[in-house]
């Protein structure tokens, strides 16, 4: 089944005392989000309900600090506010 209608919010986040950058894609569609996360030439990919719980999914392989420091992060109200703004 092809996932179509659904909404995307691409981010690029850069994090004091981390060298790469990190990139953010998440999708929202009826029935579930989907999110990518991106970090040097690591990619990890989260299922959840809302783009909250799939974004906590695909960061939980690179480890409780690393997701609490990217969900913390100033940049993360600019992307919130894209997904709010999508009916997320």
Do not use: C, K
Not at 81 to 87: F, H, P, S, T, Y
């Amino acid at each position: 089944m092809a996932m179509n209608n659904g909404h995307w919010v691409d981010f690029e986040l850069t994090l004091t005392g981390l060298s790469q950058r990190v990139q953010v894609r998440i999708g929202s569609f009826p029935e579930r989000s989907v999110a990518s996360v991106d970090v040097g030439t690591t990619r990890t990919n989260g299922i959840g309900a809302t783009a909250r719980e799939a974004l906590v999914a695909a960061l939980a392989p690179l480890g409780y600090r690393m997701t609490t420091t990217i969900m913390a992060a100033p940049a993360m109200f600019g992307a919130s506010a894209q997904l709010l703004a999508i009916g997320e």
